[in-house]
């Protein structure tokens, strides 16, 4: 199977891309191509980068974000590999990873648990369900930002914008970019993409679910940090299910030593 990888940032998260770069350089196998994906005005910052960097007429603020969520869904149109890993310039592998680590049975690994069960919790991930099902035009059961990354693939991508146009009836990137940009957005990526691919693609994808099953959460492979700080800034972050304060940088070398 052929992967590439993915990453739309912009010139903010430079320091962050770098270092997320160099555990690619790192611990990464397997994978075809590195794609990064930034904003035409902000091009000439990313002389330097040694992959492939590609820019895009992004929208301007406060729709930036929004529209980098747009991009990972067109991300057909970005890459040319059969899947497609999704990696924010925030995150760092700490460990030798390989294709096969997102796979089983020749399947992409989806990460998901029930929004019933977050909603009896209490978790403020439920704050995603209005927004996808008004996307999607119906509900689902799912909440999908259950880990980083995510690999996709191909196919799914243009059925999902095809699938939007069709349920609200006009061009896909115009009705994202409608969307309420404050946080919780009305657009996003990861549960947009993993409720499509449950209610229309099931076969395609290795489920795991981890409603009332924490245990059956694979290892972390990478550790997310949170690019709204600097690198050398304490701050907070989840790894394999357990929170933890740290200083990014001073982890990030001895990772990276």
């Not at 603020?61 to 869904?73: A, R, V, Y």
């Not at 390989?98 to 020749?106: E, I, M, R």
């Not at 999607?136 to 939007?164: N, Y």
């Not at 245990?215 to 933890?244: A, N, T, V």
């Amino acid at each position: 199977m052929i992967v590439d990888v993915l990453i739309v940032t912009h010139f903010k998260d430079k320091a962050w891309l770098d270092l997320c770069l160099k555990s690619i350089g790192k611990f990464l196998s397997g994978f075809n191509e590195v794609v990064v994906l930034v904003p035409q005005h902000e091009l000439r910052g990313f002389h330097d980068v040694k992959v492939r960097v590609t820019p895009f007429d992004q929208a301007p603020d406060p729709k930036g974000h929004l529209h980098h969520c747009i991009q990972k869904c067109r991300a057909d149109i970005w890459c040319g590999a059969d899947y497609i890993l999704f990696l924010d310039a925030d995150c760092l592998f700490r460990e030798p990873t390989s294709v096969s680590d997102y796979f089983v049975d020749g399947k992409p690994v989806l990460l998901m648990e029930s929004y019933a069960s977050m909603q009896k919790e209490g978790n403020p991930a439920v704050c995603w369900l209005p927004g996808t099902t008004d996307v999607l035009g119906f509900m689902p059961t799912h909440e999908f930002m259950r880990r980083h990354p995510a690999v996709h693939c191909r196919e799914l991508f243009s059925a999902f914008r095809s699938h939007v146009e069709k349920v609200h009836q006009q061009p896909f990137e115009p009705y994202a970019l409608s969307r309420r940009h404050e946080n919780p957005c009305g657009f996003n990526d990861f549960n947009n993409l993993g409720a499509f691919a449950k209610h229309y693609m099931p076969e395609r994808y290795y489920f795991i679910d981890l409603t009332n099953a924490p245990f059956m959460r694979p290892r972390d492979h990478l550790i997310q940090y949170w690019s709204h700080r600097r690198p050398d800034e304490m701050q907070e972050r989840w790894l394999d299910g357990q929170k933890k304060n740290v200083c990014p940088l001073a982890e990030i070398r001895r990772l990276l030593a």
